[in-house]
């Protein structure tokens, strides 16, 4: 017994073909093809089950990758700028020279020659000089115009000055001149040594310039 015909409503119709489904066969495999290629031309991985490509399409697909690496190049080629001559950037650090060994030890406090500034007590003035000895025997600056007067009267504070008659000499007038060499080998020249001697011989003698003053005034000697 056959089956009855399959009823169908009256509203209901069989759906019209589609678009898609009205493209022959052929051209929905070049289209399958097609876009295959453009997966491979943009390095997007193709699934499986898409239909093998013929040979000449494969060829294709070839030439294509070929065009899309050489292209990739080319830009790769463009992006890169005309090399300019520039001097390398070198840090401060780097540009550092050592410093020079003998240069470092001379401005070194610790490792340089000693720096002094020395000044000959014997080329200033006489006066001055007697000044700055003064304190060494316990004399004040009071006693200075008393020794001024003595000796400005026996030498008038020549180093050179002499006695021929007496023999005395220097400053003080120290007779014999070669007494004073108990201050220093230079004592013919040298202000400092006869004046040293001087100081010495008034302290040890007359206690003070002043009182050597007085005995000058007194007698005329001292």
């Not at 950037?89 to 020079?100: G, K, L, Y």
């Not at 401005?107 to 000959?120: H, M």
Request: charged content about 20%.
């Amino acid at each position: 017994m056959s089956k009855p015909p399959k009823y169908v409503p009256k509203h209901r119709h069989a759906p019209e073909p589609s678009a898609l489904t009205k493209v022959p066969r052929t051209f929905l495999r070049s289209t399958v093809v097609t876009s295959g290629l453009a997966a491979a031309a943009t390095g997007l991985a193709i699934s499986a089950g898409v239909l093998a490509a013929p040979d000449d399409v494969t060829s294709a697909a070839e030439d294509i990758g070929s065009t899309v690496t050489g292209s990739a190049d080319a830009a790769d080629t463009a992006d890169v700028s005309t090399p300019v001559d520039r001097e390398p950037t070198v840090s401060r650090a780097f540009d550092r020279r050592a410093a020079d060994p003998a240069k470092k030890a001379a401005l070194s406090v610790d490792e340089g020659p000693a720096v002094t500034g020395t000044v000959s007590l014997a080329d200033g003035d006489p006066r001055d000089i007697a000044r700055a000895l003064m304190p060494q025997f316990g004399f004040g600056s009071d006693q200075f115009g008393c020794l001024d007067s003595l000796w400005t009267r026996e030498s008038n504070w020549d180093p050179a000055a002499h006695n021929p008659s007496s023999g005395a000499h220097g400053i003080p007038q120290s007779l014999p001149g070669s007494k004073m060499a108990s201050a220093g080998s230079d004592w013919e020249t040298n202000p400092v040594t006869q004046i040293t001697w001087g100081l010495g011989y008034i302290q040890e003698r007359y206690g003070s310039p002043c009182s050597a003053w007085a005995h000058s005034e007194s007698v005329g000697w001292y």
